[in-house]
């Protein structure tokens, strides 16, 4: 099994930014892909971004260019750098760990609040 545990989350002015870090811990060998998702209230859960253990990143569209993922492999840590915020950018996030055999971890998720 894997745990995800997420921070960063919180409130923020529309502009501002925030950092999201989320931790793994116990089988951290079996994960390949770590990301990304939100989910905002009456909508469904959408990816945000994702990066895999060799470093190659995907972002959903509304989030490219404001939004950057990283990676510390010997933290087993994923990053989400949120920039240019936007009040639709708040959603609950969650972090994601897939492993090398498409099994989903997930963490409890952090609120985002972003007011205009």
């Known amino acids: 099994q894997v745990q995800l545990v997420e921070s960063g989350g919180g409130l923020v002015q529309a502009g501002g930014s925030l950092r999201l870090s989320c931790a793994a811990s116990?089988?951290?060998?079996?994960?390949?892909?770590m990301g990304w998702y939100r989910q905002a209230p009456g909508k469904q859960r959408e990816l945000v971004a994702v990066?895999?253990?060799?470093?190659?990143?995907n972002y959903a569209d509304t989030v490219k260019g404001r939004f950057t993922i990283s990676r510390d492999n010997a933290k087993n840590t994923v990053y989400l750098q949120m920039n240019s915020l936007k009040p639709e950018d708040t959603a609950v996030y969650y972090c994601?760990?897939?492993?090398?055999?498409?099994?989903?971890?997930w963490g409890q998720g952090t609120q985002v609040t972003v007011s205009s």
């Open positions: 990066i895999t253990d060799g470093g190659n990143t």
């Open positions: 116990g089988s951290t060998f079996r994960i390949n892909a």
């Open positions: 994601n760990a897939r492993s090398w055999q498409q099994q989903d971890f």
